[in-house]
Every structure is written in C-alpha cells, then in structure tokens.
C-alpha cells in the first residue's frame, strides 16, 4: 500500500516562510515524479510545484521566487519551502506521485496525501 504523509502545515504571518514535508512509502520511490498541490476553499485544486525522478523542477507563476520543490531520495521525502508568503497562499496541501511526469502535472497522479492546511493570516 502507498502512503504519503504531510507534515509541517499551520499557521503564517504574511512575509513568513513554511517548510511543508512528505513522507512516502513506495518502492523504488527514486523514480517517481512528485509534486505539492494546493486547494483553497471554494476553488479547484491547482499544482503549486512538481520535480521528476532527475531534479527537474517546475512552479507555478503564483509561487516562483518565493517557492522551492526539492526531495530527499534517501529518505523517501518530499519537500516544499515557500517564502513571502502571503494571505492567497492558504489552502489545503497535498504532496502527489505518479511515475509519469505528464499525468502528475495534469492533476491525475496515482497517489495523494492526505493534506495539510496552511493558513497565512494578514
């Protein structure tokens, strides 16, 4: 069975920074592409940052500069810093993972967290 676990969401003055973690258990988890995404009440959920099995990292434009995807392979974890943030930045986070970058950045990966709600208050 896969798991993911979250860990590190609360609560944030504007300007602060957040370090959001995730621990999965999945085999071979070295070649999986993963990803944080985050849904604020009454919108859809949207990707905030994705990296694949080489490093590879993309960001939304809401996040960029302020935000950093990074993973720990040895550790089976996923991690997502943000900086700066602001009030539009709370939301529930998931971390996700699926073995193609394509399906993991269109939303439909194999695997969610559970969340983790991240509120920044002005």
């Known amino acids: 069975e896969v798991l993911l676990v979250e860990l590190g969401g609360g609560s944030v003055q504007a300007g602060g920074s957040l370090t959001l973690s995730c621990a999965a258990s999945?085999?071979?988890?070295?070649?999986?592409?993963l990803g944080w995404f985050r849904q604020a009440p009454g919108k859809e959920r949207e990707m905030v940052a994705t990296?694949?099995?080489?490093?590879?990292?993309n960001y939304a434009d809401s996040v960029k500069g302020r935000a950093t995807i990074s993973r720990d392979n040895a550790k089976n974890t996923l991690y997502l810093e943000m900086n700066n943030m602001k009030p539009e930045d709370t939301a529930m986070y998931y971390c996700?993972?699926?073995?193609?970058?394509?399906?993991?950045?269109?939303?439909?990966?194999?695997?969610w967290g559970q969340g983790t709600q991240v509120t920044v208050s002005s």
């Open positions: 990296i694949d099995d080489i490093n590879e990292t």
């Open positions: 999945i085999d071979n988890y070295r070649w999986f592409c």
């Open positions: 996700a993972a699926d073995a193609g970058l394509g399906r993991l950045a269109a939303g439909r990966p194999s695997y």
